[in-house]
């Protein structure tokens, strides 16, 4: 096991030594940067693949966290974001993509106690992410735009310049 930390949940954890966590940090354009690291693991980039995979090819900006399954080789978790204007919605984006990635991971339990949601024992998983931003906002005492939750979890209105 080798330790792993989440630098905007503030959170700190054991994984595996084939796990891999990597922040990417900031891209210009979510659908490129996936083609891009897609191509450089040796899988196929084009819009088809990607959406079978799951991606949203039409979310450009905002964040964005992956899941590679490196068979015998472990798992491979990656994460990146559009640069933010308002550091409140930065706070959320990356905090709610870091809990994908402990999810992933299967550590949610011990996230859920550290910031005290444990009793949310049944959230969607997009849900739970939201929830997790939202209390790494909440401790810097910063305020999320008006309409930034659109009712659907995981899926954010993004304020422009
Ligand atoms: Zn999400």
Do not use: W
Request: aromatic share 12%; hydrophobic share 35%; with cysteine.
């Amino acid at each position: 096991m080798k330790p792993v930390y989440f630098e905007i949940l503030d959170f700190e954890s054991k994984i595996p030594d084939n796990y891999y966590y990597e922040d990417l940090g900031y891209t210009n354009n979510l659908l490129e940067k996936t083609k891009e690291i897609y191509k450089n693991l040796g899988l196929p980039n084009d819009n088809a693949f990607l959406k079978k995979r799951g991606a949203v090819i039409e979310h450009i900006r905002g964040g964005r966290n992956i899941l590679f399954d490196l068979e015998n080789d472990g798992l491979l978790d990656c994460m990146f974001y559009t640069p933010f204007s308002n550091l409140a919605v930065e706070i959320h984006t990356r905090g709610h993509e870091e809990a994908h990635a402990i999810q992933h991971f299967g550590l949610e339990k011990e996230l859920r106690k550290k910031l005290d949601l444990s009793c949310l024992t049944k959230l969607s998983c997009e849900f739970f992410c939201d929830r997790a931003g939202l209390v790494a906002v909440k401790k810097r005492r910063l305020k999320l735009p008006e309409g930034f939750f659109t009712g659907v979890p995981g899926k954010h209105y993004f304020p422009r310049d």
